[in-house]
């Protein structure tokens, strides 16, 4: 009995550390400033504009951070203190924007906008607030001169 309740008592306690630590964490990563939540689907296929979304990777729900000529894409859920995506601003180019669509809407924040992205060749979708977004497109297109900047 002493047992069960002192093996119960450690897996509370590591429970609290854990989500201690996710607090951390966050904290951690915004005591910079110019953050904010953005999720993301990286790799996403080309795929004909149709009602429904490309199938591909699901959402992964993170937090951008600015940081000079590039962001740095964190995941929520991780005890990582490296940013998971480095996204440079030369290398990001705006291909469309959406609304979410379909099983969108319930992965997603309730105001998310799904901005369609290339970097490197890759397409990613980055989804974020509507203020976020304004903050993201003048962050692109406030690019020192001589940069190639494509917002759409």
Sequence with gaps: MV???????????????GLFVFGL?????????GTFDCSLRWDVPDGPAS????????????????SGDRIE???VFSYAVRPRR??????????????????????LLSDAVV?????RGTRLELAMSEDALTGFLAWLEAAPPGQRVNVA
């Design 115 to 119: 901005l369609v992205c290339s970097h």
């Design 73 to 75: 894409w964190f995941r």
């Design 86 to 107: 480095l996204l440079e601003r030369a290398s990001i180019e705006v291909l469309e924007r959406r609304a979410p669509v379909g099983d969108e809407e319930l992965a």
């Design 3 to 17: 047992l069960a309740l002192l093996v119960s008592g450690i897996v509370v306690l590591l429970v609290l550390l």
């Design 25 to 33: 964490r966050r904290r951690l990563i915004q005591r910079s400033g």
């Design 51 to 66: 009602p429904e979304p490309p199938v591909g990777k699901g959402w992964v729900y993170g937090v951008s951070r600015y």
